[in-house]
């Protein structure tokens, strides 16, 4: 199901690459980086927040203008390790050793 201003949802994933916390929403392609893995994540969820606030905003134009904004190709790194994540979740076996935490979130939520 695609997302729209009014509903969907977008996954998220917070990870160590190096000697920085990466916090990533998916479907924006929203990233931040930080010391902190919980500063990484504050920072994303503040972002994604504002980014839907701003496409519920826009008024007059056609959904197919608007609705791939919210549908953003991820980038395949980050796609694969949410999906190694949620795999591991399922399973209950460990997250993969970079991976703090991930999840999915509720536009409607934010």
């Given at each position: 199901m695609a997302?729209?201003?009014?509903?969907?949802?977008?996954?998220?994933i917070v990870?160590?690459?190096?000697?920085e916390w990466i916090a990533a929403a998916l479907e924006f392609n929203i990233v931040q980086m930080?010391?902190?893995p919980n500063i990484a994540y504050l920072e994303m969820q503040e972002a994604a927040r504002g980014y839907i606030e701003a496409a519920q905003k826009f008024r007059?134009?056609?959904p197919q203008v608007i609705n791939?904004?919210?549908n953003q190709k991820p980038d395949?790194?980050?796609e694969q390790l949410w999906n190694e994540?949620?795999?591991a979740a399922q399973q209950r076996r460990p997250f993969p050793r970079n991976v703090l935490d991930f999840g999915v979130?509720?536009?409607a939520a934010v």
């Amino acid at each position: 199901m695609a997302n729209t201003p009014q509903k969907g949802v977008y996954r998220w994933i917070v990870f160590r690459k190096g000697k920085e916390w990466i916090a990533a929403a998916l479907e924006f392609n929203i990233v931040q980086m930080a010391d902190d893995p919980n500063i990484a994540y504050l920072e994303m969820q503040e972002a994604a927040r504002g980014y839907i606030e701003a496409a519920q905003k826009f008024r007059g134009f056609r959904p197919q203008v608007i609705n791939p904004v919210l549908n953003q190709k991820p980038d395949k790194e980050y796609e694969q390790l949410w999906n190694e994540a949620r795999s591991a979740a399922q399973q209950r076996r460990p997250f993969p050793r970079n991976v703090l935490d991930f999840g999915v979130r509720n536009l409607a939520a934010v």
